[in-house]
């Protein structure tokens, strides 16, 4: 039973240009979360999605960040016109629709030269 | 608002001695806690919870946690520590019961020394 599958695992992304990470759920996962994790922190929570729709994005920057969960296909979080500031891991986790506990990626890691 | 909070940035432990990982925790209403732990460029995995019923809990790894709500902690603890537990482990707790998402606190870098 494969895991929670984000790619790509390295990107690297000049200041302006668009940045696209996807996560593939667990076999059977509806529920979708996205956090950040800046250099020596832990996670910051980001947005929860289920299938084709943001349940709470409580946690994402009000401009330039997106995030979708189609009825088809992985979760993609979008950054567009990236700045040196987003930098950072950002991991997807899956949980079934009983909820907890969340099962994490490997995550993404963005640099912004 | 929910909050966890790891008192220590560090932890030092020699392989074979009995280690513990120190979490409070802060809700309104019943917690819902777990621990995970990192390894370098990877995810977190998931080692326990404690959502209700016994104050200890075990988990992967030979990890487990002892739930104290008068002092509103919850230490991670292990008998005989492995140097292949040498990790970042984070303490989280659900922030409330319409989504599910998690508060972590800022973790915990576990050195054991053989």
């Known amino acids: 039973n494969a895991g929670v599958m984000q790619n790509p695992r390295h990107l690297v992304r000049r200041r302006g240009q668009e940045a696209r990470l996807r996560c593939s759920p667990m076999?059977?996962?509806?529920?979708v979360y996205w956090y950040r994790q800046l250099p020596e922190e832990g996670l910051k929570f980001m947005v929860y999605?289920?299938?084709?729709?943001?349940?709470?994005e409580s946690g994402m920057p009000k401009e330039r960040f997106s995030a979708e969960f189609p009825k088809e296909g992985p979760s993609i979080l979008r950054i567009q016109q990236v700045v040196r500031g987003d930098s950072a891991a950002y991991f997807c986790a899956s949980s079934p629709p009983t909820g907890l506990p969340q099962h994490f990626g490997d995550g993404t890691r963005l640099s912004i030269l | 608002a929910q909050s966890v909070a790891q008192p220590e940035d560090q932890v030092n432990v020699a392989e074979g001695n009995p280690l513990t990982v120190k979490c409070t925790y802060s809700v309104s209403g019943n917690p819902y806690l777990f621990w995970y732990v990192q390894y370098p460029n990877r995810g977190l995995q998931f080692l326990l919870k404690?959502?209700?019923?016994?104050?200890l809990v075990k988990g992967s790894y030979g990890f487990e946690a002892e739930f104290n709500k008068s002092q509103t902690s919850f230490h991670l603890k292990k008998p005989s520590a492995l140097v292949s537990d040498s990790a970042l482990y984070f303490c989280a707790v659900r922030d409330n019961v319409d989504t599910d998402k998690l508060i972590f606190g800022t973790g915990t870098r576990l050195q054991v020394f053989p």
């Open positions: 076999k059977g996962h509806s529920h």
């Open positions: 999605l289920q299938k084709e729709n943001i349940i709470d």
């Open positions: 404690y959502i209700t019923g016994d104050n």
